[in-house]
């Protein structure tokens, strides 16, 4: 392989002006180094490329504060001789092209000649390559585009170029750069789209001496999908397949299912041609398929490869060719919209189910609850129209009674008098989801109750109410706690914490305790978990004050019990079960979470439901 040097440049003119001069060679390739490379993550790509276009199956990238500090690149490509090293960085010197009537066959990533000239112009770089026929290999060392050391070594076949302090020597570029996160998340954003677009390369990368990635060659998109998303991903992309024979074009597409969403479209990629380019329309045109899939402001991740004949689209519209322009874009649009649309289509079907129930059936009439005192709830405001004439139950009623032969062998008798009127709130009950949700009918609403994390919230607000007034009961036979010597050392100074927890503790031997008295509402089999809680919240926290102790023991050990106390999913319950326990919970302070954090219930708009039916029109 042999690097020529293609002069492309006008024959000299002659200057006779003063004002008008020649730039010098070295400022000339710092302007050109800023056409190439704006920012690290552009760097970053003409050496993968060049890496890609010398047949390496590993390239391996290890960067520093983002790019600005140290950009490496290590590939097992078939290296370049010496002579080709030295040429590497001369102007217009390749390897690929020798005349521009190449162009046209082309079917490397670069062909200028510019990138590595402009690049070494900018920065400080070492350059050490071994070609496999050759038993050693080259290392440079360049300053401002030119060698300034040079030394034989035992290389592996392949090239390692480092660069450091991009920029170094154009401040006024180097003002530009962003911060250090941004530019890091840039050359992530396009990691990611080498590794989709070349699956069968294994692609490195790490960042301030840590390995962020290692992806191995994938066996098929989807892994490589689900190496780089997330592996649940693998089970579940969606791929699809289009033609359009008159612009020789075909499209894949993989994209994830309409339950899996993001905040942002971080994860849709387009190729053209297997070249990663950014059109907002085409990502626009995969998102407009998922229409009234997805929630709002939410976004699948997708990833598009178009190829077609060149004579259709125009690469070269962007000096990166990160843009593309195609001669018919509204077509390529609606083939992906169309394509992602059915697929979507195609794969919900696969899920439905119509001869199973979708929710269990009420098998009594709700009874009226008695009116407890509660504290109003934040989102749901007292009805302005009498229960019985708001439309929205009305038409539920009608949907049941509609839908309820469909739903279930044994048909139940409508209840009459299906309107609560609780503490202000007006709820209708409609039944247990898949023996782990309530699912009731509020105001405008379809909310969800997730019945453990709704009753461990309830439990452990009723625990911390009765610790204010700590009963204890004396144990008829005291209990016995095993535990190390370490644990029980690190737990007694703290018994007196224990006992304003309402429990009484003794230390029998070097690895046992005895428990005398406990809390009215702690059960017995319960303490053996307390005890360790209370250890486990000693080891974490042994600096904090007494009292700031006592508050984490008391909410962990109120969480444990509340977490046992709790019915679980998959628990059946029955109607009254329900009621009690939406009562209860519209009635309590932090209702909206468990202990733990997690949500206890879900809310979801009619409103929102209209739109999926396509009723918001007005
Ligand atoms: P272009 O890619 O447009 O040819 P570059 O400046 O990016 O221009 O690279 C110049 C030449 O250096 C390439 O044509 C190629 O011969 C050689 N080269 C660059 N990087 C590598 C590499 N990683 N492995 C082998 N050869 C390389
Ligand atoms: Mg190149």
């Known amino acids: 392989m042999s690097i020529l040097i293609v002069l492309l440049s006008a024959p000299g003119l002659e200057l006779y002006m003063s004002k008008i001069h020649k730039l010098a060679p070295e400022e000339a390739r710092k302007i050109a180094a800023g056409e190439v490379a704006e920012r690290p993550a552009n760097v970053v790509k003409e050496l993968v490329e060049n890496s890609l276009d010398a047949g390496a199956t590993e390239v391996s990238l290890f960067i520093e504060d983002g790019g600005k500090k140290l950009i490496r690149i290590v590939d097992n490509g078939f290296g370049m001789s010496k002579e080709d090293a030295y040429l590497c960085i001369e102007h217009h010197a390749t390897s690929k092209i020798t005349s521009v009537n190449d162009l046209a066959t082309i079917t490397t990533f670069g062909f200028r000649g510019e990138a590595l000239s402009s690049i070494s112009a900018v920065c400080k770089m070492t350059l050490s390559t071994k070609e496999a026929d050759k038993d050693v290999g080259i290392s440079l060392t360049i300053k401002g585009g030119s060698v300034v050391d040079e030394s034989v070594k035992a290389l592996n076949t392949g090239t390692d170029i480092a660069l450091a302090d991009l920029f170094y020597n154009?401040?006024?570029?180097q003002k530009f750069l962003k911060s250090k996160e941004t530019e890091w998340r840039a050359i992530v954003q396009l990691f990611h789209a080498f590794c989709l677009s070349y699956k069968g390369v294994t692609f490195k990368l790490s960042h301030n001496g840590r390995q962020i990635y290692t992806i191995p060659q994938a066996e098929s998109l989807e892994a490589r999908i689900s190496q780089i998303f997330e592996p649940a991903l693998k089970r579940t992309i969606l791929l699809a397949e289009a033609k359009h024979e008159k612009m020789g074009l075909s499209l894949t597409v993989a994209c994830s299912p309409s339950d899996y969403?993001?905040?942002?479209r971080s994860q849709i990629f387009c190729f053209v041609n297997n070249r990663w380019v950014k059109n907002y329309k085409l990502a626009q045109a995969l998102i407009k398929g998922y229409q009234g899939m997805l929630p709002p402001q939410k976004y699948p991740a997708g990833v598009?490869?178009?190829?077609l004949d060149a004579e259709f689209v125009d690469i070269n519209i962007h000096p990166r060719k990160e843009e593309v322009q195609f001669l018919h874009p509204r077509i390529i649009q609606g083939l992906i919209e169309q394509t992602v649309k059915d697929k979507l289509e195609e794969s919900q079907q696969k899920l439905f189910r119509p001869a199973q129930p979708i929710f269990h059936q009420q098998k009594q009439p709700v009874v009226q609850q008695p009116v407890k005192e509660i504290t109003p709830l934040p989102f749901i405001t007292k009805p302005e129209i009498p229960p019985k004439e708001t439309p929205t139950l009305e038409s539920q009623d009608a949907f049941l009674k509609a839908v309820t032969p469909y739903f279930s062998e044994e048909q139940a008798p409508m209840p009459e008098q299906q309107q609560l009127i609780v503490n202000d709130i007006n709820y209708r009950l409609i039944g247990q989801v898949h023996t782990t949700y309530i699912l009731i009918e509020i105001e405008k609403s379809l909310v969800y109750i997730d019945q453990h994390a709704a009753h461990e919230r309830i439990m452990y607000e009723r625990l911390k109410a009765q610790f204010e007034a700590v009963?204890?009961?004396?144990l008829l036979f005291p209990q016995a706690i095993h535990l190390t010597k370490s644990d029980i050392d690190l737990l007694e100074p703290h018994f007196d914490l224990l006992s304003d927890f309402g429990i009484t503790a003794q230390r029998t031997s070097d690895t046992e305790l005895v428990i005398s008295e406990?809390?009215?509402f702690v059960k017995n089999q319960s303490l053996d978990d307390c005890i360790?809680?209370?250890?486990?919240?000693?080891?974490?926290?042994?600096?904090?004050d007494k009292s700031e102790l006592q508050k984490i023991i008391q909410e962990r050990i109120h969480a444990l019990l509340s977490c046992k106390a709790a019915v679980k999913a998959g628990d059946t319950l029955s109607q009254e079960e329900m009621n009690n326990l939406i009562n209860e919970l519209y009635s309590i302070k932090n209702k909206l979470t468990c202990p733990h954090g997690r949500p206890t219930i879900w809310e979801f708009k009619i409103n929102d439901l209209e739109k999926k039916f396509k009723r918001d029109y007005r």
């Open 170 to 173: 154009v401040p006024a570029r």
């Open 261 to 264: 969403t993001r905040f942002d």
């Open 304 to 307: 598009l490869f178009i190829t």
């Open 471 to 474: 009963a204890r009961v004396r």
């Open 518 to 520: 406990t809390p009215l």
């Open 532 to 544: 360790k809680q209370a250890i486990a919240v000693l080891h974490e926290h042994q600096y904090l």
